[in-house]
């Protein structure tokens, strides 16, 4: 694969890291740089303003795919995906089982899923000021329960895992699982990310992952190279595949 452009609201924080040729200073002008395969791991924003027309040119990886817990954002994406004969792809993030997942749920067996995942209080970015009045000391503490439709907007860059576990489980979708996010003092070197599966003849799998992470990272310290693994291989579904501030575009 050749990388063919990156983009950053700033583009002063790409300097050192990218070069200059390969810097796309105007994000509508992605169409100039002949991609096939658009990475998007900046905000549900860009995905809402963006992804259509992302679709319209090359296939498209949604790193944030709380962006499509919004229904008609998910039909128009689903529905350009088709028109243009492009594929959609989602990653995996710190979902672990989704392949399972999707093959109990395309069998027909899947019956409930349920998503907790606990962080430190100083990793969540969450909308509203549910977390403002956060000490050390306060241990453990249920932010939110519910359907990840609900979540999703609460906060959009910290369940991405669950929008993935939404997809991959058609059947159940956004407003069928169930979320839970908590904030705990006591997770300073790592996240942690339960899943809980029934399905049918009293089938069930309890996981639990503890993603290494840094104090006041949204997201684990896994995340690159499992973002890298599912651009070169995702599992897909009906144009819509669950495979991973910048916009990384390649030729393949």
Partial sequence: MTLVF?????TDKLRESVAEELILHNLPDFTDRGADVIVEVCHPKIVKDFGVQFL??????????????????????????????????????????????????????????FIRMSKHPSCFRLTGDVLSDWTEDEGRRVLF???????????????????????AAGSLGFAGIQGEIVSDTALSDYHVVEVEVTGANGFTVHTVRRNPAKLGAVTGSATYNSLWSSLLGGFCCRRVCVCVCVSISVRT
């Fill in 6 to 10: 990156v983009w950053n609201r700033n």
């Fill in 145 to 167: 329960s519910g359907s990840v439709a609900e979540l999703c907007p609460v906060a959009p860059n910290n369940v991405n895992t669950m929008a993935a576990a939404a997809i």
């Fill in 56 to 113: 319209s040119k090359a296939h498209f990886l949604v790193g944030s795919p709380s962006a499509l817990s919004d229904p008609q954002l998910n039909q128009e994406l689903r529905q350009a995906a088709e028109h243009h004969g492009r594929t959609l792809y989602v990653p995996n993030g710190a979902l672990w089982g989704g392949q399972d997942i999707l093959r109990l749920n395309d069998s027909g067996s899947l019956k409930t899923l």
